[in-house]
């Protein structure tokens, strides 16, 4: 009986202990027709079958994870499952040893009770912690095969930290050895990462994750910044004693090492191609390397030297995963820094400063280049009539050519364009731009714009509203090609605030520029002879002096409306947060013995970028862009605008506007046609048309004025809204109070 108790211990079923239930057994049990056993007995005996079924069960979970062959998802793999079998193999091992020591003490008849009786009872408490710790181990293994998914790679960390959550001291310590063996594992990774800059998760366990592109680099979504493009967060991935603002910074460092290494590297700088951007050989300092090596290698002495010390000793200590994540955070920040301000004093200083590309960005996405922004507007408006002209040319001859010409184009406009069109659209596009530029202090500071034509399934025609103001019948979009060294800097987040910025300003400055150019060419065409005039036969004067009275008012507080607003984003919002902006940065930019100390203090590479940011969100915030609300009501009044300057333009093209030669100045005879009664004056069709816009106009000002008057105080005060609600409401001059007509006599 003795043997087939030890052989039972050791994992295996014999004569005497049978697996039971014999088709899914859970335990080794004697049958319950053996003779010679009291209940007693019988009771301690299958409590020792049982230990040896669950110690048989964890042999054979540690014997399948080293012997798989292929990874699978639906079975634990991966360093940090080896990480935990190696330690349950240890742990396993001193359960061995005591068997071994029972059996020897049998032998030698250590614990004889006389007549070669071994009490039962002897032997079941010399194992009695081992019936808590293995049953508990078992738990913790049926989870972990349950859901290999769910606990794979650094998530398992989750799972040991709930594990150790117990008042069982031997499962604590059982965990605890888990939890220094998976942080191995971790440091393995983090010193891959954080020093050499290399990425190796074979079987997706680590929180960093290569980002897969598979986009083309000609694409327009590809225009995107390289290291931003290529590593990122799995956030679901990241242990829950790790913030997400460590796995960030743990993400910059190297995502910037890398990206460092791969501009030196000639193989990579071939494999891809848009990363030739005359990159000089940048190499990570071997000093650097070794310090932060150092610093990463000191946190794993420190947690085995405190827990060899808990074991010799019995000192009371801390949980390691607290003591890790405490140390990891004040590595990390060390680390980052140091990365920071090397990367900062090789990358973004001198001929490709971080100061020069900043004044480009100031001065092309925020229209700074007064020249090159009107010009091009003149060129659009050129390219768009052509467009138009030959469509209308192509049309049948009886149809209006330049309201139906609109209305066809808008609805091809929803098609999207084949990728032979779409080419094209984006050369036309940008041989507007390089000649706009032809001339203008930005003739030479052009490369790496490029306008992008939004096609109708790009997703940016939706969620971008300014985008049809330049062509109004068409999207289009200014960016840039982040290149080397600007992608260290800036993120694909921020290029998009710089895309959306441009195209509400461009659409701004259009419709003021339209408007204010709507009466240079009033004079009317010859037209055939069959098309209707201003003035019947029978009108006076006066009357047609009305009519265009009418226009002239709306006109006027259309460009007020726009007037206001521009000067407001310009002069309040862009041109204020930009010299903050600079004044913040200038001393990172001087040497240590020229920096003042009483101005603003020195900058790292991670605070410049965070002061970048900031500059940004001012910049949308004073805007409104932020707000759904006024942006979509600012499109709306902007479209309103261009409505009505196509809308006078079709009226001077059909020959509808015929001024008299002769000037009246006799203000008592104008004033005989605007004393009339409403009713009385003469009516056209197109002057209902003028009288929708002025009426719509009006409500859409209004709406805007009582959502800009309802914006939190922060954002009113970081973007001067007081201010410019103040200058929207002035009595005399204001859509917000509409002039009486009576008041143009």
Avoid at 499 to 506: A, K
Wanted: hydrophobic share 40%.
């Amino acid at each position: 009986m003795l043997h087939e108790l030890l052989f039972v211990l050791s994992g295996y079923s014999g004569g005497v202990f049978l697996p039971t239930p014999p088709h899914t057994p859970t335990t080794y049990a004697i049958p319950p027709d053996f003779p010679l056993l009291h209940s007693t007995e019988r009771a301690s005996l299958n409590r020792l079958g049982q230990l040896g079924f669950v110690f048989g069960q964890l042999q054979q979970f540690i014997t399948t994870v080293k012997d798989l062959g292929r990874p699978s998802p639906t079975l634990p793999h991966g360093a940090y499952v080896q990480a935990v079998v190696s330690t349950l193999e240890s742990i396993l091992n001193d359960y061995r040893k005591d068997i071994l020591a029972m059996e020897k003490r049998i032998l030698n008849k250590h614990d004889e009770a006389g007549a070669n009786v071994v009490p039962i009872a002897l032997l079941t408490s010399s194992l009695s912690r081992w019936e808590l710790l293995l049953p508990a181990l078992w738990r913790f293994v049926l989870l972990l095969q349950q859901e290999p998914a769910r606990y794979h790679g650094c998530c398992l960390l989750d799972l040991l930290m709930d594990q150790a959550h117990t008042g069982m001291s031997e499962l604590r310590d059982a965990m605890e050895k888990m939890i220094v063996r998976l942080h191995d594992v971790l440091y393995r990774q983090l010193a891959c990462w954080m020093v050499y800059g290399e990425w190796t998760d074979p079987d997706e366990e680590f929180f960093i994750v290569r980002t897969p592109h598979t986009a083309s680099l000609d694409t327009p979504h590809s225009q995107t910044a390289g290291w931003q493009r290529h590593y990122s967060l799995a956030k679901e991935r990241i242990p829950a004693h790790l913030s997400l603002s460590l796995a960030e910074s743990i993400l910059f460092i190297g995502k910037a090492i890398a990206t460092v290494n791969s501009a030196s590297d000639p193989s990579t700088s071939r494999q891809h191609s848009h990363y030739q951007h005359q990159r000089p050989t940048i190499l990570v300092p071997e000093e650097m390397k070794r310090r932060h090596l150092q610093l990463l290698l000191s946190l794993h002495s420190s947690v085995q030297q405190q827990h060899e010390q808990h074991e010799q000793h019995e000192q009371p200590r801390a949980s390691p995963w607290i003591h890790f994540s405490m140390t990891l955070q004040k590595v990390v920040q060390q680390i980052r820094r140091s990365t920071a301000e090397w990367l900062f004093s090789q990358v973004l200083v001198g001929k490709d400063g971080l100061q020069c590309y900043l004044d480009s960005f100031r001065h092309i996405f925020f229209l700074g280049y007064g020249d090159l922004s009107l010009n091009l507007i003149d060129e659009c408006t050129v390219w768009r009539r052509r467009s138009l002209s030959l469509r209308s040319s192509l049309a049948p001859s009886h149809s209006l050519p330049t309201k139906h010409t609109r209305e066809e184009t808008s609805i091809e406009e929803r098609v999207p364009l084949s990728k032979s069109a779409l080419v094209f659209r984006h050369q036309e596009l940008n041989a507007l731009l390089a000649k706009a530029g032809v001339g203008t202090e930005a003739e030479d500071g052009l490369k790496g714009y490029r306008l992008e034509w939004i096609d109708a399934d790009d997703v940016r025609a939706v969620s971008f509203y300014f985008t049809d103001l330049l062509l109004v019948n068409g999207r289009c979009l200014l960016t840039y090609k982040l290149e080397w060294p600007i992608d260290l800097f800036m993120s694909a987040s921020d290029l998009v605030r710089y895309n959306e910025l441009w195209s509400f300003l461009i659409g701004l400055k259009n419709v003021q520029i339209s408007l204010s150019g709507l009466w240079i060419t009033r004079s009317p065409k010859k037209k055939q002879q069959n098309q209707l005039s201003l003035l019947s036969s029978t009108a006076t004067e006066d009357e047609g002096e009305y009519k265009e009275r009418i226009v002239w008012r709306l006109r006027f507080s259309m460009l007020f409306w726009v007037d206001i607003l521009w000067n407001h984003v310009q002069t309040n919002v862009i041109n204020a947060r930009y010299q903050r902006l600079m004044t913040t940065i200038a001393p990172s930019f001087l040497p240590k013995d020229a920096r003042d100390p009483t101005s603003h203090p020195a900058l790292d590479f991670e605070e410049i970028q965070m002061a970048h940011t900031e500059y940004l969100e001012d910049i949308m915030r004073g805007c409104l862009l932020l707000s759904g609300s006024c942006a979509k009501t600012m499109h709306e009044i902007l479209r309103l605008c261009l409505d009505f300057c196509e809308l006078v333009e079709e009226i001077l093209e059909e020959g509808l506007w015929k001024r008299t030669k002769k000037r009246r100045t006799e203000k008592i005879e104008a004033t005989n046609v605007w004393s009339k009664p409403e009713w009385s004056r003469p009516r056209y069709e197109w002057m209902e048309k003028i009288d929708s816009i002025e009426q719509n106009f009006f409500h859409l000002t209004r709406r805007f004025f009582g959502l800009v008057s309802h914006q939190a105080q922060d954002t009113k005060a970081s973007g001067h809204l007081d201010l410019l609600l103040m200058q929207l409401d002035c009595e005399d001059y204001s859509p917000m109070h509409p002039l009486p007509t009576h008041s143009y006599a």
